[in-house]
């Protein structure tokens, strides 16, 4: 039976928990109120365990959510020294192929449906807690490395590019954890809210911080505006870090009535940078700790601030302590890409080591293909991808610098810039707009002519009803652009056929 003196860093951690708090609840499903307690939790990991001896594997996959019933998997993982992989259901078939053909492993992967599309063998029947699974077994297409597998593999989500398989040893995720706790003091009294799910990293945060505090975890996956409001409220939530996505579409209801997040202790906005009207009405009008991180899957947090009241909020602060940030190559005007110095580093990409080598400076930071900029004070701004910059009309625009203005115009809930290829000026800057029913197309445009420099005033403008999102909750910047140009090409050849 493990003890508090197991070997593995996370499994000990989360003893800690158990032993100190057995009968707590740790996780609970925001939906339907089910729950495990600690004690719960840990007699399930322990007899999960038995999967990896029964097929000999030395790793565990899992199409879609886990809920309540399979959760305790990531624990049975750190317990015995084997690997967890969290997989999107809502990855296309091809993609889910590609990523398990990549573990050098003989891996075990739980679904609810069945997925012939992915596998060539036929499934078994694996049953967890209340629950029966598809289990299908995996040889490795791969040798294996000499090292005992990672603890956790894990995609970038997707809006970066090209999706890599993340690698992190169980005393990094220790790291990580206990690097989130410290800056937000987290502890035990905490009930904390994520509505990120398990594939993307800000959900395992959640979970880890939550499950090695001994704080409580409701969780909400997918999101939805009505069913987080309601899980704040009903389990008195005290903490949570959300996509700025989820925040964009919360606003109306936190404008309203800014009460319904009364029960916080913090809130942490994260991922891309808040709305910062909606920053300077939250401090406001409420009274816990409002922050805003910078980071990224490879690094964790890399800045940090807490905002105070009187506060300029368009910043995403400084370097946290274990961190260091830089701008290189830093041009005449301070801006160029972020790199990240921490000692949070994942553990690299796996087997693909030229991608992390490229990725790290001879000196030890990673490129985080971010732009941005220092302002007077030393506190980080955020600008975009690399990727994200375009030209037009021969100079050089930052998206998130016509965003940001935009987004302070009344009735503006969420905005896109983005570039329009066109043959005399290179590319066009187009901006979408997703805004109240009352939202004035030239009054919007008369004050962006005021606001911003005549070369960065968007040449055409698009009201939409709805931007799409990643399954993670961010925006799919490249799902709405093919939307949006796509109908201007439809659009173009009804006029030619009409002339």
């Not at 800690?16 to 499903?29: E, F």
């Not at 993340?166 to 035990?188: M, N």
């Not at 004070?377 to 100079?395: A, D, I, K, P």
């Amino acid at each position: 039976m493990p003890d508090e003196n197991h070997s593995t860093p996370i499994w000990s951690r989360f003893y800690q928990s158990v032993t100190a708090q057995s009968k707590k609840p740790a996780i609970i499903d925001a939906l339907d109120g089910s729950s495990l307690t600690y004690g719960e939790l840990n007699q399930a990991a322990i007899t999960f365990q038995t999967l990896f001896e029964e097929f000999r594997i030395d790793a565990i996959a899992i199409i879609g959510e886990p809920d309540l019933d399979a959760i305790p998997l990531v624990l049975s993982c750190a317990l015995v020294n084997k690997c967890f992989i969290p997989l999107s259901q809502d990855d296309p078939s091809s993609r889910i192929r590609q990523v398990l053909d990549q573990i050098p492993y003989r891996t075990g992967t739980l679904s609810l449906r069945e997925v012939p599309e992915v596998f060539d063998s036929a499934p078994r029947r694996v049953k967890l807690g209340r629950k029966s699974y598809f289990f299908y077994l995996k040889n490795a297409k791969t040798t294996a490395p000499d090292l005992a597998p990672p603890y956790l593999l894990t995609q970038s989500s997707g809006s970066t590019g090209e999706p890599k398989l993340i690698a992190f040893a169980q005393g990094t995720k220790v790291r990580r954890t206990d690097q989130s706790i410290e800056l937000f003091s987290v502890t035990h009294q905490d009930v904390i809210l994520s509505s990120s799910p398990l594939h993307h990293s800000l959900g395992q945060r959640h979970l880890f911080v939550a499950l090695l505090s001994g704080a409580t975890l409701v969780k909400l996956s997918p999101f939805n505006p009505i069913a987080w409001l309601e899980a704040v409220k009903r389990f008195a939530v005290s903490f949570a870090i959300p996509v700025s996505t989820h925040l964009k579409i919360l606003r109306p209801e936190l404008e309203r009535d800014p009460s319904v997040l009364s029960t916080f202790r913090c809130l942490v906005a994260s991922s891309a940078t808040a709305d910062a009207d909606l920053k300077a009405r939250l401090l406001k009008n409420t009274d816990f700790e409002l922050w805003e991180i910078y980071g990224m899957t490879e690094t964790a947090c890399a800045t940090a601030v807490r905002f105070s009241k009187t506060e300029n909020v368009s910043h995403v602060g400084k370097a946290i302590s274990g961190t260091n940030i830089r701008i290189s190559p830093d041009s005449e005007e301070g801006q160029g890409e972020i790199e990240v110095l921490s000692d949070c580093l994942c553990d690299g990409y796996l087997n693909n080591d030229s991608l992390w080598e490229s990725s790290i400076t001879e000196d030890g930071y990673f490129r985080s293909g971010d732009l941005g900029y220092f302002d007077d004070n030393e506190n980080l701004v955020f600008l975009g991808r690399t990727t994200e910059s375009f030209e037009s009309c021969g100079l050089l625009i930052f998206p998130a610098e016509i965003e940001r203005v935009a987004s302070k115009f009344p009735g503006v809930r969420d905005c896109v810039a983005f570039p329009i290829p066109n043959e005399i000026f290179g590319n066009l800057i187009a901006l979408a707009v997703l805004g109240d029913a009352d939202l004035g197309r030239r009054d919007l445009l008369a004050y962006l002519r005021e606001e911003l420099s005549k070369n960065k005033v968007p040449a055409q403008l698009f009201i939409q009803q709805a931007f799409p999102t990643l399954p993670s909750g961010k925006l799919d910047k490249h799902k709405l652009m093919r939307e949006i140009l796509d109908g201007q090409a439809i659009l173009s050849k009804s006029a030619e056929a009409k002339s």
